[in-house]
């Protein structure tokens, strides 16, 4: 029996702008995507029963056909032709509905997985239009690189000079729906010619470009965003930011000590979800 045991990282945005709504009902964004060492634990085998199977075993999330990583199995396996079977076995440490892309990140993870499991040798480009079409986050997971995305997330160009840093993210176990955010945002006019730099020095730099039009929509129904946020600046972040529609918020850190005395703090003082993670 073969098997792959991998790691799929959750993200941050680190900027997120609503550009416009499309005729089809998605939305034009341009964010910055950044990776971050927080992963979900993803084993596939190979198996000669056919058919997909996904365990999680987390509440929240299917364990069936509607799990992002069985869809992901399923259009590979279809593509290969072959009559195997997959038995992927998920351990969530991503928390879920929360603005870090654990889902789509698990789909991503799927797709090259299998894509070398079954030996298919399907190009990464070809493995993110196969993402793409899951959900508009997995092609970042494939392209492995901080990014700003464009599209409804799936135009990526590499940021080449994004420094490390430190982040600690605090969740206060709030699951926020992707759908009912962008359902309720009032866009303004924007002018989308306002450059975002490509170029980062320090991780300061990152501070001063951090914005979310999320943000203001989320905070709406959950006011504690805005509090989670001013803990995290009092507790030494250069900076703070919801993340993609929430409610996970993360606070920058220059140096790991720092962000891991405000983890303790935040951890002793509440009953959230809060980890010192670092940029991958
Ligand atoms: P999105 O912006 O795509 O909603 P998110 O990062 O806020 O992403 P996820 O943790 O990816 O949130 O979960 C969104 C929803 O997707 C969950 O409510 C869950 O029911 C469903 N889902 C399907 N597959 C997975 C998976 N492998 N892990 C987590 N959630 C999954």
């Known amino acids: 029996m073969k098997t792959v045991k991998l790691k799929a990282p ?6 997120l702008d609503v550009l416009r709504r499309r005729p089809d009902g998605y939305h034009d964004l341009r964010m910055i995507m950044q990776r ?8 596939i085998t190979l198996s000669g029963n056919p058919g997909v199977r996904v365990t999680c075993g987390r509440d929240g999330v299917p364990d069936g056909p509607a799990n992002i990583a069985w869809r992901a199995a399923d259009a590979l396996l279809a593509i290969s032709g072959r009559g195997e079977g997959l038995d992927i076995a998920i351990t969530k440490n991503i928390p879920v509905a929360a603005g870090l892309g654990g889902g789509s990140s698990d789909g991503a993870t799927v797709l090259m997985g299998v894509n070398e499991l079954l030996g298919l040798g399907l190009s990464d480009e070809r493995l993110m239009e196969i993402g793409v079409k899951l959900g508009a986050d997995v092609p970042f997971f494939i392209f492995k690189r901080t990014a700003l995305a464009e599209g409804i997330g799936e135009k990526l160009t590499a940021v080449e000079s994004m420094p490390p840093a430190w982040l600690v993210l605090v969740n206060p176990n709030l699951h926020v729906s992707t759908a009912w955010v962008y359902q309720n945002l009032q866009l303004t006019a924007r002018n989308d010619d306002d450059i975002i730099p490509r170029f980062y020095g320090k991780v300061e730099d990152i501070c001063a470009i951090l ?10 129904k959950f006011p504690v965003i805005r509090e989670i946020k001013e803990r995290l600046l009092r507790a030494g972040a250069c900076g703070s930011l919801m993340s993609g529609s929430g409610s996970t918020v993360f606070g920058l850190f220059v140096d790991g000590a720092g962000a891991k005395r405000a983890a303790e703090r935040l951890a002793a003082e509440s009953g959230w979800f ?4 670092k940029t991958l």
Not at 36 to 43: F, G, N, Q, R
Not at 274 to 277: D, Q
């Open 10 to 15: 959750a993200k941050v945005n680190y900027r």
């Open 36 to 43: 971050i060492d927080l992963c979900d634990d993803v084993e």
């Open 211 to 220: 914005a979310n039009d999320l943000e203001s929509v989320t905070i709406g």
């Open 274 to 277: 809060v980890a010192a993670v």
